[in-house]
């Protein structure tokens, strides 16, 4: 079966043998928003999927070679290694639940060669975003690490480092009428008639063990069909849950239709003060803000990729310049204190509350 992932720039065309039909299962329903019969382009790279049994597949003196790290990450289930072989021009990488066979440079060979088992999902999800962002950013795409809600044409996105209250920000704003789920952790941004436009990327949510409990739906969504033992985790303990199960407790699946990026909510939890919100109208400052939540290649760990696909940030640059312009037409607002989030009170300078304390370097 041959199937196509069209993204902006991208196509990705999988080559998928009957014996790994029921491990692609997952990756494809978590990829059924861009997955076609058709490619939208000519396709920018080939993956040939087939089964693997790492017993036989793979020579014995290979598992005795020493393991490189290839993703380490928040989430646990998201952390791997793997033995590295280098042979004929080409580049292996594998453990026991996949095995990928690399070209040394994927501009002139465009062929990777993919055997997985039902273990691989997460690691195939993150192979195949991180071939797109590679990919994206080479023809001037500028990705965002961000969460985001949206509302008719327009979208809202959160963004900040870790610990920040993203996550609460998003869910406080999504109980509000009127504005439904957009994205969990990525945005592509692109230039649209002088607007920015953001089109999202799938995500698997990783959510703590507190906001969890703080919503007795989402707590028994989380028990029945995520992680039975829910008790034994302590507040702080964050889940990777089914976006699939996110989503239908949110009451929206996820769509990949792009949105006008409205405004940037920057927010830090305070526990126990009182919401603050201030607009930023310094140029420099919101700038330095867009330039902390850029999503670039020195971020991503995955498969060292940075052998195998190293954009020349050419054309990303000039992007990325260009956003600056486009961005006088996005708010930008400092959330302090206790996150509970109406976004039309937040974003209507009129009825924001005091200005936090200016901060300082």
Same mark, same amino acid.
């Given at each position: 079966?041959?199937?196509y992932?069209?993204?902006?720039?991208?196509?990705?065309?999988?080559?998928?043998?009957?014996?790994?039909?029921?491990a692609?299962?997952?990756?494809?329903?978590?990829?059924?928003h861009?997955?076609?019969?058709?490619g939208?382009?000519e396709?920018?790279?080939?993956?040939?999927v087939r089964?693997?049994?790492p017993?036989?597949?793979?020579a014995p003196?290979?598992?005795?070679l020493?393991?490189?790290?290839?993703r380490?990450?928040?989430?646990?289930?998201?952390?791997?290694?793997?033995?590295?072989?280098d042979?004929?021009?080409?580049r292996?990488?594998v453990?026991?639940a996949?095995?990928?066979?690399? *070209?040394?440079?994927?501009r002139?060979?465009?062929?990777?060669?993919?055997?997985i088992?039902?273990?691989?999902t997460?690691?195939v999800?993150?192979?195949v975003?991180?071939?797109v962002?590679?990919?994206?950013?080479?023809?001037g795409?500028?990705?965002?690490h961000a +969460?985001?809600i949206?509302?008719g044409d327009e979208?809202?996105i959160v963004a900040?480092?870790?610990?920040?209250?993203?996550t609460?920000?998003?869910?406080? &704003?999504l109980r509000?009428?009127?504005?439904?789920?957009?994205t969990g952790?990525?945005?592509f941004c692109?230039?649209?008639?002088?607007?920015?436009?953001?089109h999202?990327?799938?995500?698997?949510p990783y959510?703590g063990?507190?906001?969890?409990?703080?919503d007795a739906r989402?707590?028994q969504?989380?028990?029945?069909?995520?992680?039975?033992?829910?008790?034994?985790?302590? *507040?702080?303990h964050k889940?990777l849950?089914d *976006?699939?199960?996110?989503e +239908?407790?949110l009451g929206?699946e996820?769509s990949?239709?792009p949105?006008r990026?409205?405004a940037?909510l920057?927010?830090?939890?305070? *526990?126990?003060?009182p919401?603050?919100?201030?607009h930023l109208?310094?140029d420099n400052?919101?700038w330095?803000?867009?330039?902390?939540?850029?999503?670039?290649?020195?971020?991503?760990?995955?498969f060292?990729?940075q052998?195998?696909?190293v954009p020349?940030?050419?054309r990303f640059?000039?992007?990325l310049?260009?956003?600056r312009?486009?961005?006088?037409?996005?708010?930008?607002?400092?959330?302090?204190?206790?996150l509970?989030?109406?976004?039309?009170?937040?974003?209507?300078?009129a009825? &924001?509350?005091?200005?936090a304390p200016?901060?300082?370097?």
């Amino acid at each position: 079966m041959i199937q196509y992932l069209n993204f902006l720039h991208t196509t990705v065309r999988f080559d998928l043998a009957d014996d790994a039909a029921a491990a692609f299962a997952p990756i494809q329903r978590f990829f059924r928003h861009l997955l076609a019969d058709q490619g939208a382009h000519e396709p920018t790279f080939r993956i040939e999927v087939r089964g693997y049994d790492p017993s036989a597949d793979i020579a014995p003196e290979v598992w005795t070679l020493p393991q490189s790290v290839i993703r380490r990450s928040n989430a646990a289930e998201f952390n791997f290694d793997a033995h590295i072989v280098d042979r004929g021009g080409r580049r292996l990488y594998v453990n026991r639940a996949t095995l990928l066979d690399a *070209p040394v440079d994927a501009r002139k060979d465009n062929t990777f060669q993919l055997r997985i088992t039902e273990a691989s999902t997460v690691q195939v999800l993150d192979f195949v975003r991180d071939l797109v962002i590679r990919h994206e950013e080479d023809n001037g795409t500028v990705v965002l690490h961000a +969460s985001g809600i949206q509302r008719g044409d327009e979208a809202v996105i959160v963004a900040g480092p870790k610990g920040a209250g993203k996550t609460t920000t998003l869910l406080s &704003a999504l109980r509000r009428p009127g504005w439904s789920y957009f994205t969990g952790d990525k945005l592509f941004c692109t230039l649209d008639g002088g607007r920015i436009s953001v089109h999202p990327w799938r995500d698997y949510p990783y959510v703590g063990v507190g906001t969890i409990r703080a919503d007795a739906r989402l707590e028994q969504l989380v028990r029945e069909q995520v992680d039975p033992g829910l008790d034994g985790h302590e *507040p702080g303990h964050k889940i990777l849950m089914d *976006p699939d199960v996110f989503e +239908s407790w949110l009451g929206a699946e996820f769509s990949a239709e792009p949105r006008r990026l409205a405004a940037i909510l920057l927010p830090e939890v305070r *526990p126990g003060e009182p919401l603050a919100v201030r607009h930023l109208t310094d140029d420099n400052e919101r700038w330095a803000h867009l330039n902390k939540i850029v999503d670039r290649q020195v971020d991503t760990t995955f498969f060292t990729w940075q052998s195998h696909l190293v954009p020349d940030y050419a054309r990303f640059y000039r992007s990325l310049a260009e956003l600056r312009t486009a961005l006088d037409q996005v708010a930008m607002v400092r959330l302090t204190g206790t996150l509970d989030i109406d976004p039309d009170a937040v974003l209507d300078p009129a009825t &924001a509350n005091s200005p936090a304390p200016q901060e300082t370097s």
